[in-house]
């Protein structure tokens, strides 16, 4: 620990890498917010590597937030957010590693805390989905940022049903989301059969392309995500993805004709008082980032879920901080 005028002092960047500099503690007893790693990767088919993703988040996070939101709030100090470091699955055992995150996310919601998840290739949406709902007994209304849909039902004449690309399906076929309050939007880029939008629509979900995401003003968008969830217990499930290949490359996916990073920071500010139990960020690959710009970009996103959770707990509006 270094001293300046007798006070304990660090740089940012300094320390142990955790989500914010918040406290690493592995109880979730007390807390409101609980960051967890999923460093969960057998889901992805083409730019495998995302489980470093929540190792890269932090990392960035340390280096480039600071405290305070522009909001005016600083959430790290309005609630007791803690990272509970990550989840410690088997890659090779897929089956697995979703109860394993399942387990862990529900120990933290069942103790009162909602989860901030940092992954991790899209699959591992279902596990957390799966806690949400065994802690809210409801199926939840699901906000859904994406390029892709990830509605297919199976790949490979029925081999694979557990994929980043099924998430969606499982969930619904599940009854963790309720597809006529959720949404799903940013959709871009070429398809298979079975990941249209009107293969989402079908399961009952709203779709909102990126080009008509992107003529839509931030407000607007929010008036229609308020509307549609009707406030019912909400998750929000953000892949990178989402954002143009040009702002970030390090995904396992990426699209052209995606949000630029403005935007999509935006539309997630647009959406406080959403009441969220939880929320993450998906498809962060340290292994394709360029001078770590998506992992910077990540750990705002996350920042944002961070603030948008600490406003549901209803104590979200501590003023700016300086330090």
Same mark, same amino acid.
Not at 106 to 119: E, W
């Given at each position: 620990?270094?001293?300046?005028?007798?006070?304990? !002092?660090?740089?940012?960047?300094?320390?142990?890498?955790?989500?914010?500099?918040?406290?690493?503690?592995?109880? /979730?007893?007390?807390?409101?917010?609980?960051?967890? =790693?999923?460093? +969960?990767?057998?889901?992805?088919?083409?730019?495998?590597?995302? *489980?470093?993703?929540?190792?890269?988040?932090?990392?960035? &996070?340390?280096?480039?937030?600071?405290?305070?939101?522009?909001?005016? *709030?600083? /959430?790290?100090?309005?609630?007791?957010?803690?990272?509970?470091?990550?989840?410690?699955?088997?890659?090779?055992?897929?089956?697995?590693?979703?109860?394993? !995150?399942?387990?862990?996310?529900?120990?933290?919601?069942?103790?009162?805390?909602?989860?901030?998840?940092?992954?991790?290739?899209?699959?591992?949406?279902?596990?957390?989905?799966?806690?949400?709902?065994?802690?809210?007994?409801?199926?939840?209304?699901?906000?859904?940022?994406?390029?892709?849909?990830? !509605?297919?039902?199976?790949?490979?004449?029925?081999?694979?049903?557990?994929?980043?690309?099924?998430?969606? &399906?499982?969930?619904?076929?599940?009854?963790? !989301?309720?597809?006529?309050?959720?949404?799903?939007?940013?959709?871009? =880029?070429?398809?298979?059969?079975?990941?249209?939008?009107?293969? &989402?629509?079908?399961?009952? +979900?709203? %779709?909102?392309?990126?080009?008509?995401?992107?003529?839509?003003?931030?407000?607007?968008?929010?008036?229609?995500?308020?509307?549609?969830?009707? =406030?019912?217990?909400?998750?929000?499930?953000?892949?990178?993805?989402?954002?143009?290949?040009?702002?970030?490359?390090?995904?396992?996916?990426?699209?052209? =004709?995606?949000?630029?990073? *403005?935007?999509?920071?935006?539309?997630?500010?647009?959406?406080?008082?959403?009441?969220?139990?939880?929320?993450?960020?998906?498809?962060?690959?340290?292994?394709?980032? &360029?001078?770590?710009?998506?992992?910077?970009?990540?750990?705002? %996103?996350?920042?944002?879920?961070?603030?948008?959770?600490?406003?549901?707990?209803?104590?979200?509006?501590?003023?700016?901080?300086?330090?």
């Amino acid at each position: 620990m270094a001293f300046l005028d007798g006070k304990p !002092v660090a740089g940012r960047g300094a320390g142990i890498a955790t989500f914010a500099g918040i406290d690493w503690v592995t109880d /979730p007893t007390g807390a409101q917010i609980a960051v967890l =790693g999923v460093p +969960f990767d057998a889901g992805g088919a083409v730019r495998v590597g995302a *489980r470093q993703g929540p190792a890269a988040i932090r990392r960035a &996070s340390m280096a480039s937030l600071r405290p305070s939101h522009r909001n005016g *709030r600083v /959430p790290t100090r309005a609630c007791r957010c803690i990272d509970m470091g990550d989840v410690a699955l088997i890659n090779e055992l897929p089956d697995v590693s979703r109860r394993l !995150v399942e387990d862990e996310a529900f120990r933290c919601l069942d103790a009162g805390a909602r989860v901030l998840a940092l992954g991790g290739d899209h699959a591992t949406t279902l596990p957390l989905l799966r806690a949400a709902r065994r802690a809210t007994g409801v199926p939840l209304a699901l906000v859904h940022f994406d390029a892709h849909q990830d !509605v297919v039902e199976s790949y490979y004449g029925g081999a694979v049903r557990y994929n980043n690309g099924t998430v969606f &399906s499982r969930a619904v076929e599940e009854g963790l !989301v309720d597809p006529q309050r959720s949404i799903q939007m940013g959709m871009n =880029g070429t398809v298979f059969p079975g990941m249209r939008p009107e293969d &989402s629509r079908a399961l009952g +979900f709203t %779709v909102i392309e990126a080009d008509a995401l992107v003529a839509m003003a931030p407000d607007s968008l929010a008036q229609r995500v308020f509307a549609i969830t009707a =406030g019912a217990p909400a998750y929000l499930s953000f892949d990178l993805d989402v954002f143009d290949v040009s702002v970030a490359p390090g995904t396992g996916a990426p699209e052209a =004709g995606g949000l630029l990073a *403005r935007e999509g920071l935006a539309f997630l500010r647009a959406l406080d008082g959403l009441p969220l139990v939880g929320a993450d960020v998906v498809e962060m690959n340290p292994l394709f980032d &360029s001078a770590d710009i998506t992992a910077i970009l990540a750990a705002n %996103v996350a920042f944002e879920l961070l603030t948008l959770l600490s406003a549901a707990t209803g104590e979200g509006h501590e003023q700016h901080s300086t330090s």
